[in-house]
């Protein structure tokens, strides 16, 4: 079946710009999450969406949100763009519910994001 | 989560076994090891989960030492392909299945 799908996969945007970035998960998974990696701060979690609502946040300002669609499909978007928002954006799927699979994340391969 | 730790780096010839270690010396009795691994600026890769019983699939063994305080992933034939940042992750099942808080996980180098 196919993967994790994300969106554009290469970008660059410039200082003050916004930019929003898209995942399409699995088939049948219903729980997107997604991460920024940096060299600096390694891979942080940034926010899952399940059901079109937002279920957990990480500790990222206002400027980064998103949502997800009554497909499932997520989009997150970064306004006011900093150079220190460049970085490797990744997002996840993976099942909701009980059980130790639930913490099986499928990954894409991410969104290079470059701020100049 | 229960803290876990990694070796930064390790070695490994092509077709020997790859042991590498993680260290959970507060996990909780309904926390779950899990291993993840990155190839470089690809997105992580889930390897294998375990609770308290050694587990073992087409990619690695896992096996988790009775006190449940430290596992080790086996990569038995390891390749160069295996050259990774690998990732142990101690986690609660069910629920909300994200924010999983990755480390800095161990770099493996699979050398000729």
Known sequence: ????????????????????????????????SWYQ???????QFLFEYFSE????KGNFPGRFSGRQFSNSRSEMNVSTLELGDSALYLCASSLYGQGSGANVLTFGAGSRLTVL | DAKTTQPPSMDC???RAANLPCNHSTISGNEYVYWYRQIHSQGPQYI????????????????????RKSST??????????TAVYYCIVRVGGGT???LTFGTGTRLQVTL
Not at chain 1, 37 to 43: A, C, D, E, I, K
Not at chain 2, 52 to 65: F, G, P, Y
Not at chain 2, 74 to 82: G, S
């Open chain 2, 97 to 99: 299945a994200s924010k």
């Open chain 1, 1 to 32: 079946k196919a993967g994790v799908t994300q969106t554009p996969r290469y970008l660059i945007k410039t200082r003050g710009q916004q930019v929003t970035l898209s995942c399409s998960p699995i088939s049948g998974h219903r729980s997107v």
């Open chain 2, 48 to 67: 294998i989960h375990g609770l308290k019983n050694n587990e073992t699939n087409e990619m690695a063994s896992l096996i988790i030492t009775e006190d």
């Open chain 2, 73 to 82: 992933l086996i990569l038995p034939h390891a390749t160069l392909r295996d």
């Open chain 1, 53 to 56: 609502t937002q279920r957990n």
């Open chain 2, 13 to 15: 010839a092509e077709g």
């Open chain 1, 37 to 43: 990696q940096t060299p600096g701060q390694g891979l």
